[in-house]
């Protein structure tokens, strides 16, 4: 069975930084792509960062240069380093692991999305 259990979301100030985890279980990430996704109110779904099972790692726009994906192969988890946050940060972050499609990537365990960490960034 496949299972994602994130952790480390709360409330942070702009500017501000927070380390997110994804325990995974049920498969080993190294063999795999690992990606996060938010979802903020009202929004659908997005990737934000992956890292391919080379170590590669690639980042959507608007977080490029802020968010760091990394993973520990040992303990099955993957991590997203966020530094200098916004208030458009906000939002339920999830991890899955991804996959090519005729669009960029899709979750390949869609059946298996955890209950995501919050991240609220305010002053």
């Known amino acids: 069975q496949v299972l994602f259990v994130e952790s480390g979301g709360g409330w942070v100030q702009p500017g501000g930084s927070l380390r997110l985890s994804c325990e995974a279980s049920?498969?080993?990430?190294?063999?795999?792509?690992m990606s996060w996704y938010r979802q903020a109110p009202g929004k659908e779904r997005e990737l934000v960062a992956r890292?391919?099972?080379?170590?590669?790692?690639d980042y959507a726009d608007s977080v490029k240069g802020r968010f760091t994906i990394s993973r520990n192969s040992a303990r099955n988890t993957v991590y997203l380093q966020m530094d200098s946050v916004k208030t458009e940060d906000t939002a339920v972050y999830y991890c899955?692991?991804?996959?090519?499609?005729?669009?960029?990537?899709?979750?390949?365990?869609?059946?298996?999305w955890g209950q995501g960490t919050q991240v609220t960034v305010s002053s």
């Open positions: 899955n692991a991804v996959q090519p499609s005729t669009s960029g990537y899709q979750p390949k365990f869609s059946s298996s």
């Open positions: 049920g498969f080993t990430i190294s063999s795999v792509a």
């Open positions: 890292i391919s099972m080379f170590g590669n790692t």
